[in-house]
């Protein structure tokens, strides 16, 4: 079974950012090989299903769960990768503040990402940040003279110890929304996605980086992988020159094929007579080999 249409965006509720879990991925490049904190979206969890479409089917294939068409991107996501193949465009959406990776890409950004569950392919990335603050040992310094320290209100700390800061890089993961609609589906979506300006007969493969359904549609423009233009038809008065020159190849190759073939004839003629006369005289007449 298909995921129902998707005509107007669908507004995800505010609920479904905070519906996540944290994992890890390994860093699989080189032999350092950290892990990563990875936030991803907690299916477990029974609100999960009012994140996505009414009718949407969470249990199909992980090609297939999150396809639409016809359909546009959900409220306030951005369509990337938009491309076209004849009249039926396609794009991936992602929400605001996340980027669409491709494989490819996302091996570099977001390492070990194959080993996050649910995920292959193609993913809705974001970079967080966590700091945390600890004490540490202080570095130790050199006192010159003997001048007074200044009076502290601050809460004392560990005795030789300093107040230090950790950053770590955190990446929270979403499924894309594959969205796909044919030319005549345009009038149908609000809002109206982008138009293909091509002829019917031509297979473009075009694609542009993202577009903000907020803004202006634009228009994919056919420049690439175009069906050559048929030849024009043959005028007709030229039709009567073409066959004449025609029969007179025709003429002319039959011509030479008869004089070869003659030609060989009536050499053989020769060489037969030639023999004939003599064995008449007892003379041995040599072969075409020069053998007697």
Request: with cysteine; proline share 12%; charged share 15%.
């Amino acid at each position: 079974m298909a995921n129902p249409p998707m005509p107007t965006p669908f507004m995800v509720p505010d609920i479904c950012s905070n519906l996540t879990v944290t994992t890890s991925a390994t860093y699989a490049y080189g032999t350092h090989r950290p892990l990563f904190t990875i936030v991803i979206p907690n299916e477990a969890d029974p609100r999960y299903t009012s994140c996505h479409p009414l009718g949407w089917i969470s249990a199909q294939a992980e090609s297939t769960r999150f396809v639409f068409s016809p359909a546009v991107c959900p409220g306030d996501w951005t369509a990337y990768n938009i491309n076209a193949t004849g009249k039926m465009t396609g794009a991936k959406c992602c929400p605001s503040g996340f980027t669409y990776q491709q494989t490819a890409l996302t091996n570099r950004l977001l390492p070990g990402f194959e080993t996050i569950p649910g995920f292959s392919g193609t993913l809705c990335s974001k970079t967080l940040t966590s700091t945390t603050s600890f004490w540490a040992p202080a570095t130790p310094t050199t006192s010159v003279g003997t001048s007074p320290q200044p009076t502290s209100t601050e809460p004392s700390a560990p005795p030789s110890s300093e107040l230090r800061e950790s950053t770590k890089t955190i990446f929270q993961v979403l499924h894309p929304y594959t969205i796909e609609w044919h030319e005549s589906d345009r009038e149908n979506l609000s809002p109206e996605p982008p138009s293909l300006a091509c002829p019917s007969r031509t297979y473009v493969w075009t694609t542009f980086a993202s577009w903000d359904p907020s803004e202006p549609a634009p228009t994919i423009s056919c420049n690439s992988w175009e069906e050559p233009e048929p030849p024009p038809p043959l005028d007709e008065k030229h039709v009567p020159m073409v066959a004449a020159f025609s029969i007179l190849g025709a003429i002319f190759i039959a011509m030479v094929l008869s004089c070869y073939f003659s030609s060989r004839r009536r050499r053989a003629k020769e060489e037969a007579q030639a023999a004939a006369a003599g064995h008449e005289l007892g003379v041995v007449v040599p072969g075409k080999d020069g053998s007697a």
